[in-house]
């Protein structure tokens, strides 16, 4: 499938016409000496959409049979399944109304899959959302688990893959609003996973990540995950570069390209025409994605 991330939108250098960025004006990027968490440059914030809107609509029109969260907190996401649900967060305190067949483990993803997934997960993850710890490595292998418990008609969405500002993007936190380096995973599923559809989309506060079309009998990111770690993880923090900034090759989280999406995974989930079939719709779907991106830069 064709590289879908970094085609959307273009890698012109504009801004979306939907893009909206709260803060300082967006060419003041240079981080200060100082850096303070109550700085409104360094903790500015973009996207009129909350991540929360599109994690419902994603919801409603997948109607996920099994859903796996990372990074619970308050639980103000994982309300929003209706159906068998985990969440994974050693520090969960929850406080919102959560499914009834929702189940809370309290510790880290890599403590999860390495001792309870078999045991915990029952059948296939339908939908999952990756929003643990903001450093590239862990949320790396927090795909890399879940794929393997997902099918060709599973969806991915992570969070905070797009800083609103250099500072946000440091691996040692220093800012109220913190993404740490998750942005590096779109370049890396781009160059490591070019048969992934990968769709970024301009949620607020720090941008979410659609990852479709898995495959757990792949096993590149898997066999050369310590080669990929020696090219993304330095001992320095790597600048994100400005169309990771400025949002360029991200969609409207309502755009009805998504909505798509969604209704195609689930269709090919609940008619299951076979895998063959699946892989040629979510390619034909991967064309006309680009197609449709085309005409709009």
Same mark, same amino acid.
């Given at each position: 499938?064709?590289?879908?991330?970094?085609? +959307?939108?273009?890698? &012109?250098? %504009?801004?979306?016409?939907?893009?909206?960025?709260?803060?300082?004006?967006?060419?003041?990027?240079?981080?200060?000496?100082? +850096?303070?968490? $109550? !700085? =409104?440059?360094?903790?500015?914030?973009?996207?009129?959409?909350?991540?929360? $809107?599109?994690?419902?609509?994603?919801?409603?029109?997948?109607?996920?049979?099994?859903?796996?969260?990372?990074?619970?907190?308050?639980?103000?996401?994982?309300?929003?399944?209706?159906? @068998?649900?985990?969440?994974? !967060? =050693?520090?969960?305190? *929850?406080?919102?109304?959560?499914?009834?067949?929702? %189940?809370?483990?309290?510790? &880290?993803? /890599?403590?999860?899959?390495?001792?309870?997934?078999?045991?915990?997960?029952?059948?296939?993850?339908?939908?999952?959302? +990756?929003?643990?710890?903001?450093?590239?490595?862990?949320?790396?292998?927090?795909?890399?688990?879940?794929?393997?418990?997902? &099918?060709?008609?599973?969806?991915?969405?992570? !969070?905070?893959?797009?800083? $609103?500002? =250099?500072?946000?993007?440091?691996?040692?936190?220093?800012?109220? *609003?913190? &993404?740490?380096? @998750?942005?590096?995973? #779109?370049?890396?599923?781009? /160059?490591?996973?070019?048969?992934?559809?990968?769709?970024?989309? /301009?949620?607020?506060?720090?941008?979410?990540?659609?990852?479709?079309?898995?495959?757990?009998? $792949?096993?590149?990111?898997?066999?050369?995950?310590?080669?990929? #770690?020696?090219?993304?993880? %330095? !001992?320095?923090? /790597?600048?994100?570069? *400005?169309? *990771?900034?400025?949002?360029?090759?991200?969609?409207?989280?309502?755009?009805?390209?998504?909505?798509?999406?969604?209704?195609?995974?689930?269709?090919?989930?609940?008619?299951?025409?076979?895998?063959? @079939?699946?892989?040629?719709?979510?390619?034909?779907?991967?064309?006309?994605?680009?197609?449709?991106?085309? %005409?709009? +830069?």
């Amino acid at each position: 499938m064709a590289r879908l991330a970094w085609v +959307i939108q273009g890698w &012109t250098g %504009t801004r979306p016409k939907h893009h909206r960025r709260t803060g300082a004006d967006r060419t003041q990027f240079d981080p200060p000496t100082a +850096i303070h968490n $109550n !700085d =409104p440059l360094v903790n500015m914030v973009s996207g009129t959409t909350s991540y929360l $809107n599109l994690l419902d609509l994603i919801h409603r029109e997948l109607a996920p049979r099994l859903y796996l969260e990372i990074g619970v907190r308050e639980g103000a996401s994982l309300r929003l399944s209706g159906c @068998v649900s985990i969440g994974i !967060d =050693p520090e969960a305190q *929850v406080s919102h109304s959560l499914p009834k067949e929702a %189940t809370i483990y309290h510790r &880290t993803s /890599d403590d999860f899959f390495g001792s309870d997934a078999e045991g915990a997960i029952q059948g296939k993850i339908d939908l999952a959302f +990756i929003d643990g710890m903001h450093k590239f490595e862990f949320v790396l292998r927090d795909f890399i688990n879940i794929e393997t418990y997902s &099918t060709s008609t599973s969806l991915v969405v992570v !969070d905070d893959i797009f800083p $609103n500002h =250099p500072a946000q993007a440091s691996k040692t936190r220093h800012t109220r *609003v913190w &993404t740490g380096d @998750v942005w590096k995973l #779109l370049p890396c599923l781009r /160059d490591f996973r070019p048969d992934l559809i990968l769709v970024p989309a /301009d949620t607020s506060p720090t941008g979410s990540l659609l990852i479709a079309g898995l495959d757990p009998s $792949n096993l590149e990111l898997k066999e050369k995950y310590n080669l990929i #770690l020696k090219r993304f993880v %330095t !001992d320095i923090d /790597d600048r994100p570069p *400005v169309e *990771v900034l400025e949002r360029c090759m991200a969609m409207p989280p309502d755009d009805q390209r998504i909505i798509e999406l969604l209704r195609l995974l689930r269709v090919c989930r609940t008619r299951f025409p076979g895998e063959p @079939v699946i892989r040629e719709r979510l390619a034909a779907f991967a064309k006309h994605l680009i197609a449709s991106s085309a %005409t709009t +830069i």
